[in-house]
């Protein structure tokens, strides 16, 4: 497994989680990467990108000003930090990898993909 997603959970409706998702090779460090989510019935959709070095971030409009992504090159890891979580934000996130221009919100650009965490937020 090339990602590893971790820090799903459960959390009420107003809580906060983080997610992560480790990378085993670090080649990833030269990739842009993003998180997608998919809720029961729906389409996998973009949730937040970063650039290779982090200085450039993108996020979905549904969580701009909730979420912030980030990464640490030097742990191999990127992350996803949810505030104020609504239960729309309930699904499974998946992080992905090495999309053909950073910030893509397609999910077929995508070539690396983890094994998903499931996010699910009480109301």
């Known amino acids: 497994v090339q990602l590893q997603a971790s820090g799903g959970g459960l959390v009420q409706a107003g809580g906060s989680l983080r997610l992560s998702c480790e990378y085993s090779?670090?080649?990833?460090?030269?990739?842009?990467m993003a998180w997608f989510r998919q809720a029961p019935g729906k389409e996998k959709e973009f949730v937040a990108g970063i650039s290779w070095a982090g200085f450039s971030k993108y996020y979905a409009e549904s969580v701009k000003g909730r979420f912030t992504i980030s990464r640490d090159n030097d742990k191999n890891t990127m992350y996803l930090r949810m505030n104020s979580l609504k239960s729309a934000d309930t699904a499974v996130y998946y992080c992905?990898?090495?999309?053909?221009?950073?910030?893509?919100?397609?999910?077929?650009?995508?070539?690396?993909w983890g094994q998903g965490t499931l996010v699910t937020v009480s109301s």
């Open positions: 992905a990898a090495d999309p053909p221009r950073e910030g893509s919100s397609e999910p077929h650009e995508y070539d690396y």
């Open positions: 090779d670090p080649n990833f460090n030269s990739n842009a």
